[in-house]
Antibody, heavy 119, light 110 residues
Framework: QVQLVQSGAEVKKPGASVTVSCKTS????????ISWVRQAPGQGLEWMGW????????NYAQTFQGRVTMTLDTSTTTAYMDLRSLRPDDTAVYFC????????????WGQGTLVTVSS | FMLTQPHSVSASPGKTVTISCTRD????????VQWFQQRPGSSPTTVIY?????PSGVPDRFSGSIDSSSNSASLTISGLKTEDEGDYYC??????????FGGGTKLTVL
């Protein structure tokens, strides 16, 4: 069945960068996109952006413009999300989720990756 | 724009509950609305996409609708089960195709 498996938890210092991976399987990778969403502890969901797996076009939330980069490795059907200049308030669980080629978040979702930013 | 949801709703097993999602500016029917369920300690799952479509595996007890007159979307869950407990989020898009989430609604099945 369709699966999205994310990389493990990370602990980073303020100012550092983090890369979260999202390995997909059992579907035609280029015909969909991948959305990234994060959830701070005890808070709601926050949309970060989307990447088309067919064209590699990206669409980032204004909040993260200049700090986030979403990329793909089509040979391994893996999506990546890089977040730079980390701050303590970037501490959150980061999710990837399959989306349509036009950015509709249909799922399924990855299991989530906890990123902790602390000095 | 913002999407406003009730903070919490509750109902008994077997009953029907409706969760609203009101858009404060712009028309609700200009961009698709999605709904996500998040059980405690789990990642979200999509229960409705494109206003009223169910992903495969989501039971037909879950339905979505749009009401232009109130500029809101609704998620209705019928035949409530205890396993339906959790947080529910609505989501749509702005003019730049950026996602916007509602604040979430905690559903308690008493």
């Amino acid at each position: 069945q369709v699966q999205l498996v994310q990389s493990g938890a990370e602990v980073k210092k303020p100012g550092a960068s983090v890369t979260v991976s999202c390995k997909t399987s059992d579907y035609t990778f280029p015909t969909y996109g991948i959305s990234w969403v994060r959830q701070a502890p005890g808070q709601g969901l926050e949309w970060m952006g989307w990447i088309s797996a067919g064209t590699a076009n990206t669409n980032y939330a204004q909040t993260f413009q200049g700090r986030v980069t979403m990329t793909l490795d089509t040979s391994t059907t893996t999506a990546y999300m890089d977040l730079r200049s980390l701050r303590p308030d970037d501490t959150a669980v980061y999710f990837c989720a399959r989306s349509t080629s036009y950015n509709i978040l249909t799922g399924p979702w990855g299991q989530g990756t906890l990123v902790t930013v602390s000095s | 724009f913002m999407l406003t949801q009730p903070h919490s709703v509750s109902a008994s097993p077997g009953k029907t509950v409706t969760i609203s999602c009101t858009r404060d500016s712009g028309n609700i029917d200009t961009t698709y609305v999605q709904w996500f369920q998040q059980r405690p300690g789990s990642s979200p799952t999509t229960v409705i996409y494109e206003d009223n479509q169910r992903p495969s595996g989501v039971p037909d007890r879950f339905s979505g609708s749009i009401d232009s007159s109130s500029n809101s979307a609704s998620l209705t869950i019928s035949g409530l089960k205890t396993e339906d407990e959790g947080d529910y989020y609505c989501q749509s898009y702005d003019n730049n195709n950026h996602g916007v989430f509602g604040g979430g609604t905690k559903l308690t099945v008493l």
